[in-house]
């Protein structure tokens, strides 16, 4: 592939960066941007909003290297890979929405558009902990938990684009915290960034950061060892399902949580094997990410540049 | 197709049938025939005990119809459509077993081998309640419970033949009673038609099996309705994780528990809607087989006629 442009959108910031056809970095960008706003009450409005605020974010880095072809990972579910937005819990207007042919106009570039996850595990995959694998479910660790999956090296996006909702797992049986979907229990409200830090606080009456917590655990604060114990504990569960259901042998696992995986790994480890069916025992890979915050960009240079 | 024989083998009894082109049974039949023994100390006796037992069970309805096609619906996992028996349950020592060469070195026809609930998600998807539809999850409700999975028209049996293991997801989390498989909280431990009966007998003090449960129920028997209500909601539980990892939008359920479908489905969508995240709610259709005991054997026969 030529070099590409790759862009991953977070909360609150969208990532860019210039990729060649090996993986390579040759520059990148950090821009300010809020994807979701409250106040539009149309969906043209939304649509307005959505479109100016990507490319006046985009429009700068693309001046200084002029490209003909981005790829973005973008929060949200899309229908195969016809870049058309089928839903984004943060952007209800915008249910089918032609993202990647609307901002393509605007750019006067090809986009290439695909759920940010799924972006992850493309990246992880060929560029990564996963190489080799055909199949992979990749994990995503940070202020909220999200999968992808390829199978026969294909990305698997499910009849409406909303498939791999790992985030949403049930490992909860209680009605204790709500999570952002409305509902109980979900792996997302346990074993986020975000959920290390509400746990933490409610076990300790500290308020703080997951770095933190991880810190405080690496000093010897039994609390927050305790809290990302368990947290390996919920993924573990969580992953005996999914491991139940696809019979998959490598996962990988990426985000800024999964750096504290020498305390989450081997509670992990130990209640995926006691929740899988004996021939399945001891014969799942779960392996950290080498890309790191990496996996995202790689993943959406990928389909880029496969356009 | 041409007519082809077809076989579901199930814990006592193996089923045979001869089945057209279009899927109509020609003629029927049932022969004792237990499969698991475990009084086999080598895997030289359990592959010859297997393979004697088929053969013994198979032959006589051969002879009276010739054709030179079987499929055969089998409780284990199999590598692909190779039909190498990767394990089987109940069968421990015949891992990687090539029992379908070997079988058609006996039975002189050729044979396909496949696992019995996949046949019958093949047998729905081609024939009854999942016609139509690309892409299908099938649920067979009986002794045990088990599943089968067709993406995009192919069915999908994971890395070592072992996925869906659907009646082994976790659906409760107290270790009350143990599954077969030696976890807690399966599936299979709460809502096959086993444990149905088990259940009712805790609750009632009478001990009967799962068919006498349903017509008290239909009677008026509050224990009877609350623990095929309790069945619906464990299933709806068990769906809803499988829809947010697949996004799958045709569930299809077969088996003598599902004769139960006016008690078990209101109980089972309730609790698949509330657990589902919210643009999938009330997407997700999940419909009683139109095949009732035939999905398997039709499933045999596509798999036999495909070759």
């Known amino acids: 592939m030529?070099?590409?442009?790759?862009?991953?959108?977070?909360?609150t910031n969208l990532r860019l960066a210039l990729i060649d056809e090996n993986g390579n970095f040759i520059d990148e960008s950090r821009v300010?941007?809020?994807?979701?706003?409250?106040?539009?009450?149309?969906r043209e409005a939304a649509e307005?909003?959505?479109?100016?605020?990507l490319s006046e974010a985009i429009t700068p880095f693309l001046d200084q290297h002029p490209v003909s072809d981005i790829g973005i990972g973008f929060p949200g579910f899309f229908r195969g890979t016809t870049g058309i937005l089928a839903g984004s819990p943060n952007l209800p207007l915008l249910e089918d929405f032609e993202l990647g042919k609307r901002l393509s106009e605007r750019l006067k570039i090809r986009v290439a558009v695909q759920n940010d996850a799924l972006c992850a595990a493309i990246g992880e995959q060929r560029f990564g902990a996963g190489r080799g694998h055909e199949n992979l479910l990749h994990i995503t660790l940070g202020t909220g938990v999200g999968g992808g999956l390829i199978l026969n090296n294909v990305s698997y996006t499910g009849e409406r684009g909303m498939a791999m909702e790992f985030g949403h797992l049930r490992v909860v049986h209680k009605q204790t915290h709500r999570c952002g979907c409305g509902n109980y229990g979900c792996l997302e409200a346990y074993a986020s960034a975000t959920a290390v830090a509400r746990r933490f606080a409610e076990r300790s009456g500290?308020?703080?950061?997951?770095?933190?917590?991880?810190?405080?655990?690496?000093?010897g604060n039994k609390d927050?060892?305790?809290?990302?114990?368990?947290?390996?504990?919920?993924?573990?569960?969580?992953?005996?399902?999914?491991?139940?259901?696809?019979?998959?042998?490598?996962?990988?696992?990426?985000?800024?949580l999964s750096h504290a995986w020498h305390l989450i790994h081997p509670p992990l480890m130990a209640e995926l094997?006691?929740?899988?069916?004996?021939?399945?025992?001891?014969?799942i890979n779960v392996i950290h990410s080498t890309l790191d915050d990496k996996a995202g960009l790689l993943g959406a240079a990928h389909i880029a540049s496969r356009r």
Do not use: F, W
């Open 2 to 11: 030529d070099r590409v442009l790759a862009a991953d959108i977070g909360g």
């Open 32 to 42: 300010e941007a809020r994807l979701s706003r409250h106040d539009q009450q149309t």
């Open 48 to 53: 307005n909003y959505v479109l100016d605020t």
């Open 206 to 219: 500290i308020d703080t950061d997951a770095r933190q917590v991880y810190e405080y655990a690496c000093d």
């Open 224 to 256: 927050a060892a305790l809290i990302l114990k368990e947290t390996g504990i919920y993924l573990g569960l969580a992953i005996a399902e999914a491991v139940k259901l696809l019979d998959i042998e490598t996962i990988t696992i990426s985000g800024g």
């Open 273 to 283: 094997n006691d929740n899988l069916i004996p021939p399945l025992r001891g014969k």
